[in-house]
T-cell receptor
Framework: DVKVTQSSRYLVKRTGEKVFLECVQD?????MFWYRQDPGLGLRLIYF???????EKGDIPEGYSVSREKKERFSLILESASTNQTSMYLC???????????FGPGTRLLVL | SQQGEEDPQALSIQEGENATMNCSYK?????LQWYRQNSGRGLVHLIL?????REKHSGRLRVTLDTSKKSSSLLITASRAADTASYFC??????????FGQGTILTVHP
């Protein structure tokens, strides 16, 4: 079974702090994605990566950056957290030749 | 918006009844996928239907796709309390990217 883990289930940060959200997968998948989920808006794609060192902007990249130094790890970085970044963050992986995405359990971030 | 639109936003039924959720989209697709999310958890893939398919079954799930109307529906037959969850459709496009709808919250009462 695919296992996707995220570093924290719940996180509370202060406005202006730098925040790191980590995602690790054990299935050697090439593709990895970061989404945020907000009530009434569904999931929105922040960034994605098709390989190590590669990154592509999704639909809402502003205020975020990512890092993919190793194939199994995809990090989402909030350089200076703001209250409007309070949300549920979901990481997903995908094998290059498949269409299904496999999700982690999510990190609920609260920015005060 | 390029996101899919789902209706209803919320659905409340009794155990044993069927649940139908609908999804519409605006642009072309490679496939249409349905995911389930239990409260506060990650999403789990349920079923995928390709753009050249019209209907697909998986256990108690039946998915239809009408590309001329740009719509899909998910039917859960003989629902159970354990089916209570949020259900999302996702439009699959090139390079494996997915665009999600807002979701339908299904509550199945015992």
């Amino acid at each position: 079974d695919v296992k996707v883990t995220q570093s924290s289930r719940y996180l509370v940060k202060r406005t202006g702090e730098k925040v790191f959200l980590e995602c690790v997968q054990d299935m050697d998948h090439e593709n990895m994605f970061w989404y945020r989920q907000d009530p009434g808006l569904g999931l929105r794609l922040i960034y994605f990566s098709y390989d190590v060192k590669m990154k592509e902007k999704g639909d809402i990249p502003e205020g975020y950056s990512v890092s993919r130094e190793k194939k199994e790890r995809f990090s989402l970085i909030l350089e200076s957290a703001s209250t409007n970044q309070t949300s549920m963050y979901l990481c997903a992986t995908q094998d290059r030749d498949q269409e299904t995405q496999y999700f982690g359990p999510g990190t609920r971030l609260l920015v005060l | 918006s390029q996101q899919g639109e789902e209706d209803p936003q919320a659905l409340s039924i009794q155990e044993g009844e069927n649940a139908t959720m609908n999804c519409s989209y605006k642009t072309s697709i490679n496939n249409l996928q349905w995911y389930r999310q239990n409260s506060g958890r990650g999403l789990v893939h349920l079923i995928l239907i390709r753009s050249n398919e019209r209907e697909k079954h998986s256990g108690r799930l039946r998915v239809t796709l009408d590309t001329s109307k740009k719509s899909s529906s998910l039917l859960i037959t003989a629902s159970r309390a354990a089916d209570t969850a949020s259900y999302f459709c996702a439009r699959g496009t090139s390079y494996g990217k997915l665009t999600f709808g807002q979701g339908t919250i299904l509550t199945v009462h015992p």
